[in-house]
């Protein structure tokens, strides 16, 4: 299957899983063999287990406690809870790890929320990440809440360097690049290709245009001298920043690779290997809402598709 076929087939994807799924009774129910696979569990306690193996092999980590948007209070105050608990985590343990968070899971998106409390809460549990060494990252979501994203990582980014996400399927992302770059404590980025449902005008359609773009960002930043986090599963981008590191375009000391776990170990341990570093982002939390993030994955890796349906099989045995 050539890229571009994979790319139409991404789209049918998109179609059935945003269109179809939703309406076919116990989907949650099936996408459970797909999570064992992408996921750590449902506990802080999973996570952590998963990050000391990930350690023992020779990994770092990065933590998310899964979920989108924040609709009510409740959910906002039981995200702060366990980021709380899961940094102590970490600290006690001393896990190789950093946390990676949505703020539209601490419900900085929402204007329902009463800002004051909302963004006391979120810059309370930032500065606990800090005092803690628990490097912290601002994982991207639709391009809608680009103004208030950036509004965040300018704010802490004047305390505090902080990791944060471009993805290389915006076509003005070189805009985004420019606003970020300007905070007092030098970002580091994590270039990915973009895994959101977006309209034709904001981002490309076609894999070979996202991969360009992808490449161009390596190396403008690069150049700057910016850390990255060379974020895929594209074999052939990560064979490409390779020769970049190896013809000294690139220093290994500044960048590092990261990948999803479940989706393509074999690769990551190859290039542990090979001596790079590579961060593996591991994700944890209840069935209902790892299955947004479950889809994504299968949409980013069509041969993961049948994961799901093995479970009705699997119910018969």
């Known amino acids: 299957m050539t890229f571009e076929n994979e790319g139409f087939m991404r789209y049918l994807l998109k179609f059935f899983f945003f269109k179809i799924w939703p309406k076919i009774p116990y989907h949650t129910s099936m996408t459970r063999i797909a999570a064992k696979k992408f996921s750590a569990g449902k506990s802080i306690e999973d996570a952590l287990l998963l990050g000391k193996n990930l350690n023992t092999e020779g990994f770092h980590c990065l933590f998310n406690y899964a979920g989108d948007h924040g609709d009510s209070p409740e959910i906002r105050d039981k995200s702060i809870r366990v980021y709380g608990k899961l940094i102590d985590g970490i600290r006690e343990q001393k896990i190789l790890a950093g946390i990676s968070v949505k703020l539209g899971q601490m419900g900085l998106f929402n204007q329902n929320f009463h800002r004051g409390k909302t963004r006391s809460m979120f810059f309370s549990l930032v500065e606990k990440m800090y005092e803690s060494g628990v490097p912290l990252w601002i994982d991207e979501e639709e391009d809608k809440y680009k103004e208030k994203t950036n509004e965040i990582i300018s704010e802490i ?14 076509r003005k ?8 770059g300007e905070v007092k ?21 076609r894999t070979s245009a996202v991969r360009i773009l992808f490449k161009e960002l390596v190396q403008a930043l690069s150049q700057k001298g910016y850390y990255l986090q060379i974020a895929t599963h594209d074999k052939k981008l990560v064979n490409w920043v390779i020769e970049l590191e190896k013809t000294g375009y690139i220093s290994r000391n500044n960048f590092e690779f990261a990948m999803l776990y479940g989706v393509d170990m074999e690769l ?21 809402d790892i299955e947004g993030y479950v889809v994504r994955r299968i949409i980013e890796k069509p041969k993961y598709v ?3 349906i093995l479970t009705v099989f699997k119910a018969f045995h």
């Open 306 to 308: 049948f994961l799901p």
């Open 268 to 288: 990551a341990r190859h290039l542990l290997k090979m001596g790079y570093k590579v961060v593996i982002y591991v994700i944890f939390g209840e069935d209902k």
């Open 185 to 205: 404590n030098r970002p580091i980025f994590r270039i990915c290709k973009g895994a959101y449902s977006e309209s034709a005008d904001i981002i490309l359609k």
């Open 157 to 170: 980014g004047g305390r505090h360097p902080v990791g944060n996400v471009l993805q290389a399927y915006l």
């Open 173 to 180: 992302i070189f805009d985004k690049v420019n606003k970020r």
